[in-house]
């Protein structure tokens, strides 16, 4: 148990080392905080000065909306459509309700396009380019399926249709990107189905043994009377009734692997989008230190090279990936799901990130204004 415990935390740490979580929380999102953490915030930035915006914009609530809705099947007709067009890109992806999940925060957490390093330094301003694209394909879907004389709705046609479009291939991919998270997914499941197989397998060994203790004179008797048994076996040497239980178990389990994962992605989503994600174009130049003319060597890893980040990003490690994996929007999305990690002990350590940030903002300007009146004071004298 102590073992578990301490893996977690070794969990938390990384995630909250990456860049994944780099810029925090939206402000807007502190009042899902324990009444506690919010009071100590309260505290802490009046003491500062500060005073945080924890309002939601229109536009805001129209984003929160729209990536729900790509999470959750039937709360939106017409991203539902969206989503069976563009699965036809990705046909092997058979669980679409846990790609979609995953879809909804690929979206949002894409590097910005930029040109430069220096402008990425610069421009601390958040926007969702890619959410935005999505509304709008989802809106150019609408307009197709409503002026389209053919009887019946033809998703391969409308999949034509879009993919003329450059903003549809970029979506695409992230959400063929999206599908790499089921080969996790479904060892999840198998491993779990073996383990349930095995589980019955044990109980019917069990149940079989108790049967042979039975006296052998009753067997006798009745003996003449037993008709011809029929194996009801299945592959996995289980009779049906310990099959369908066994179905039922896998289904409950897959169902609560599921709600895990949307609990999950409803914290990321309340995260900032990093302004700053290594990228192919990003490595070739260098990293220039604001407020300075001077120009800094590159302090950023080698490029990895195509079979590592093609290793990195299918999902094929066990357990935590290595840290190289946070350095990619899509990657860091893909290992975020991949952690043996609950959404309350993640919402929990982003409130104690938080508080703990403010302290030392307030330790620090504390500090600053009695070496400021010390110094006044020795002026004076």
């Avoid at 935390?9 to 807007?28: M, P, T, V, Y």
Wanted: hydrophobic share 30%.
């Amino acid at each position: 148990m102590k073992g578990s415990h301490n893996e977690e935390n070794q969990n938390l740490d990384r995630l909250f080392e990456s860049k994944l979580f780099s810029a925090g929380i939206e402000h807007r999102f502190i009042s899902d905080f324990s009444s506690h953490a919010q009071k100590e915030i309260s505290n802490l930035t009046e003491l500062l000065g500060e005073q945080l915006s924890l309002s939601t914009s229109e536009d805001d609530q129209k984003t929160d909306q729209f990536l729900l809705s790509i999470m959750n099947h039937s709360q939106d007709k017409e991203v539902d459509a969206f989503i069976k067009v563009i699965q036809r890109a990705s046909p092997e992806c058979t669980d679409i309700d846990v790609v979609r999940i995953v879809f909804a925060c690929m979206i949002k957490f894409r590097q910005k396009s930029t040109n430069t390093v220096s402008e990425i330094l610069t421009d601390h301003s958040i926007d969702n380019e890619q959410v935005a694209e999505t509304m709008s394909l989802v809106t150019k879907l609408k307009t197709i399926m409503s002026t389209s004389k053919e009887a019946e709705e033809n998703f391969e046609s409308y999949f034509d249709q879009l993919n003329s479009l450059p903003e549809f291939g970029r979506i695409k991919r992230r959400w063929s990107n999206s599908c790499k998270i089921l080969n996790h997914f479904k060892r999840q499941i198998d491993t779990f189905t073996e383990q349930t197989v095995q589980k019955y397998k044990k109980d019917s060994s069990e149940h079989k043994e108790e049967e042979t203790k039975t006296p052998q004179k009753i067997e006798e008797v009745k003996g003449e009377q037993n008709e011809e048994t029929i194996d009801t076996t299945t592959t996995k040497g289980i009779d049906a009734a310990s099959q369908s239980k066994v179905d039922k178990e896998v289904q409950l389990y897959r169902a609560k692997i599921i709600e895990g994962l949307k609990q999950k992605a409803e914290v990321l989503l309340k995260m900032v989008t990093p302004n700053f994600f290594d990228h192919k174009e990003l490595l070739k130049n260098t990293i220039v230190k604001k407020g300075t003319s001077t120009k800094y060597k590159s302090q950023m890893k080698p490029k990895l090279s195509g079979n590592v980040r093609r290793k990195l990003t299918t999902d094929q490690l066990d357990k935590i990936p290595k840290k190289d994996v946070f350095d990619g929007s899509q990657s860091s999305v893909l290992a975020y799901f991949k952690l043996e990690l609950n959404a309350k002990e993640i919402m929990k350590k982003v409130e104690r990130v938080v508080v703990d940030t403010l302290k030392r903002a307030a330790g620090f300007r504390l500090i600053s204004t009695i070496i400021k009146n010390q110094v006044n004071l020795d002026d004076k004298i």
